[in-house]
């Protein structure tokens, strides 16, 4: 979505930028700050002009031109990109309790059928809650111990379990994470999202602490330690306003009405165990420096809530478009489209922010050539590593024969202004080897430590590995072809990369990589599950995807799929969780991937296709926990065929 083209679609992208909260502030107000592309708001009252300009322009388009699973020692948990970086998801696990959170449709959430809701009582009424269940890994088993009703109308987003509290995040609608929703809805509002944060010390009777709903729409969440980072987007909605706007009288008129507004009736609120307040203080926050695009009517806003004190909560906001973000352990990105509407070009603004507990500080933004999401994963594009922000963007040219070209940045926070500086480019005047062969679209990607490695396909699967061991002069160290593609990348040991994805006839793809040598990157074998039509859910959700790494020599993974037959007659052949085991790991080249079957539940089969929304897997000893949707159900390693449940 161009820049120039609407107020409503700029409306959702007014990200006020940088609000530190109603209970405290971000900025310094002991004096004026070296400004970058983002300012502290200094001026309540244009501020507040800003947004009003925002909500009352004509919006006619002739005037407005890692990693890895969380483990603890013989369970896994929810996969996460970064080590100490906690990822929200509806279903979590902790060694002992499994929680299930029911999934999430628009307005209203999945209600269970009597079959579901009645596994462990079929004679129940089906209740919308959240499950907490007990596991017995020895025996396979698993015992609902208590639940958590919900109301009809609040979606749970995703969980944190941190030191006998169990955080939900909740909400009325949810746009996905990433992507080009971001930049193309143009209304968020009217809608809330918030927190309820339960004692869980008794699992047989969690008790509600404290619950907080905010207005705006839920968009990403990270826990680091005690702090749970909430990332939000509010349109304010004034009642009686034009919001597609099309004539000058449509214009006066909301003009006319937002001269009676207040600032406080343009800014989120927040109610925290029934008291209501503003959300962010504009002293807190920060706008665009100008640059006569920073006129904005939506409020991206990041919320540090200490789980032991959620009361006691900090924001930070700004008012620029976000389209992704990326959270390291010390600090949150945003990526910010912002469209060359002179060539045609996409350019995308990045954002940087320092996290240290409820302290939110931004430390500086710079502008690159490209587009960082366009859905999905894409996240695993960006990674910060001693300080640097190496990233990898991708510029579309619809008007040339190589319509799409793929760039390496290494950004670095400036030693004199709130700036981040470009370290170095790749491909680049003495390294001009491209990143993908012509046509070439990009699709996984991971940065791990001083390499990065990348996939990019149209007929064949090149992975790049790239040497970033010096900041300021990456380069392609070596590359493998082979068929099909990987969305999904996972290190194994530093000497080895498991792919994810799929392959030439459409099957579910793995391909086990050695890339000890990365001047030379080797398969040492592939798997394929099914054939055209075939899917993973782990493809394009690593929460899907589940690691269990040295057990008893081997490591294991599992990932679910949508299976169809191999001679491309799309015959569905079944859903099921497939599992697998990495060989010899420690000698690269003798590194062999193993499939020991799959856990399908009975009803299933080909004889009766089941779309699955979410699946989840948790491995405890030798015990495998699969999710499907609300269902749980289990089996043993060694014999995934005899399965357990529902429970």
Not at 457 to 473: G, K, R, V
Request: charged share 20%; net charge negative.
């Amino acid at each position: 979505m161009k820049r120039s083209t609407a107020t409503l679609f700029a409306l959702f992208l007014l990200s006020i930028t940088g609000c530190s909260s109603s209970s405290s502030g971000g900025n310094d107000p002991g004096g004026p700050q070296p400004a970058g592309l983002l300012s502290a708001v200094s001026d309540v009252a244009a501020f507040e002009a800003s947004i009003k300009t925002a909500l009352s322009q004509m919006s006619s388009a002739e005037q407005l031109s890692v990693a890895g699973s969380a483990a603890d020692a013989n369970f896994t948990g929810t996969y996460t990109q970064e080590l100490n970086v906690d990822e929200f998801d509806a279903v979590r696990y902790d060694g002992e309790h499994l929680f299930v959170a029911p999934r999430r449709y628009f307005h209203c959430c999945f209600i269970l059928d009597a079959a579901q809701a009645g596994a462990n009582d079929p004679g129940a009424t089906p209740v919308r809650s959240i499950r907490i269940l007990a596991t017995d890994p020895l025996n396979g088993e698993a015992n609902l111990v208590s639940s958590i009703p919900l109301e009809d109308d609040v979606s749970v987003q995703g969980m944190y379990l941190h030191a006998d509290k169990m955080f939900a995040l909740t909400g009325e609608m949810f746009y996905g994470n990433f992507g080009q929703p971001w930049a193309e809805l143009a209304i968020w509002a009217p809608e809330r999202l918030g927190f309820r944060v339960y004692d869980v010390t008794d699992m047989g009777n969690p008790g509600l602490e404290i619950e907080a709903s905010i207005d705006g729409v839920f968009v990403e969440s990270r826990r680091i330690g005690n702090t749970v980072y909430i990332v939000s987007r509010y349109t304010p909605w004034i009642e009686g306003l034009h919001y597609y706007v099309t004539t000058p009288e449509q214009q006066a008129e909301n003009r006319a009405l937002l001269a009676g507004v207040t600032l406080d009736d343009l800014l989120p609120k927040i109610t925290v165990a029934g008291e209501t307040r503003t959300l962010v203080s504009p002293q807190s926050c920060y706008v665009t420096t100008n640059d006569g695009t920073s006129d904005y009517a939506v409020i991206t806003s990041v919320t540090a809530v200490p789980i032991d004190n959620p009361a006691n909560f900090t924001t930070t906001c700004y008012n620029e478009d976000a389209y992704g973000v990326y959270v390291s352990e010390n600090a949150l990105y945003f990526a910010e489209h912002r469209p060359n509407s002179a060539t045609q070009a996409d350019v995308t603004r990045i954002h940087k922010f320092a996290l240290a507990g409820t302290s939110i500080g931004y430390r500086g933004s710079a502008d690159i050539d490209g587009t960082v999401w366009r859905g999905g994963q894409a996240d695993f594009r960006m990674s910060e590593h001693n300080g640097d922000l190496r990233l990898i963007a991708s510029q579309f040219d619809w008007t040339n024969v190589d319509f799409v070209d793929h760039k390496l940045y290494i950004l670095r926070e400036s030693n004199s202004r709130p700036d981040l500086e470009i370290v170095s480019t790749l491909p680049n005047a003495s390294r001009p080897a491209e990143i993908g062969k012509p046509n070439e679209a990009l699709y996984g990607v991971r940065f791990l430590g001083n390499t990065a490695y990348a996939v990019t396909f149209e007929q064949i699967d090149p992975l790049y590995a790239i040497d970033l061991s010096d900041p300021a002069d990456p380069f392609i160290a070596g590359e493998l072809e082979v068929t099909g593609f990987s969305d999904f990348l996972h290190p194994v040991t530093d000497d080895l990369l498991l792919g994810l994805g799929r392959d030439a006839n459409g099957g579910v793809k793995l391909e086990l990589f050695d890339v000890s040598n990365i001047a030379q990157p080797l398969s040492r074998g592939s798997a394929t599950i099914g054939g055209l039509g075939s899917y993973s859910e782990a493809r394009h959700d690593r929460h899907a995807f589940t690691y269990q790494a040295d057990v008893n020599g081997r490591d294991r993974f599992t990932i679910p799929a949508d299976v169809y037959a191999t001679d491309g007659s799309y015959e569905y052949e079944g859903s099921a969780l497939y599992l697998f085991e990495i060989l010899d790991k420690t000698l690269p080249a003798l590194a062999t991937l193993n499939s020991v079957g799959a856990i399908e539940p009975p009803q299933f089969g080909p004889s009766a296709p089941v779309w699955v929304e979410r699946s989840r897997a948790f491995v405890h000893d030798d015990t495998v926990y699969y999710v499907r949707d609300e269902e749980v159900w289990s089996a043993n390693w060694g014999a995934p065929a005899i399965v357990q449940g529902p429970f």
